[in-house]
């Protein structure tokens, strides 16, 4: 019987991968999204976490944002 599971892959840099890989790995058991690794730069996911992940990124390069002096 085929078993099929629904979601997102993610392709992106190692260093991102990294990034979402620790986020899921600080999460409990019961709210981990990634489904499978699939290589350094691809990661399958559940497909709700989308908007959280793309939030997470975005505060993430916030934070690491670069701003000159004035």
Known sequence: MVNAIKGLMISCDVPMAQFII????????SQKF????LDS?????????AGMIRSAIAEFRE???YEKPS
Do not use: G, Y
Request: proline letters at 4%; aromatic letters at 4%; glycine letters at 0%.
């Open 34 to 37: 990634i489904i499978h690794v």
């Open 22 to 29: 620790n986020m899921n790995a600080a999460l409990p058991q």
């Open 41 to 49: 730069t691809h990661l399958f996911v559940r497909s709700d976490v």
């Open 63 to 65: 934070q690491n944002t």
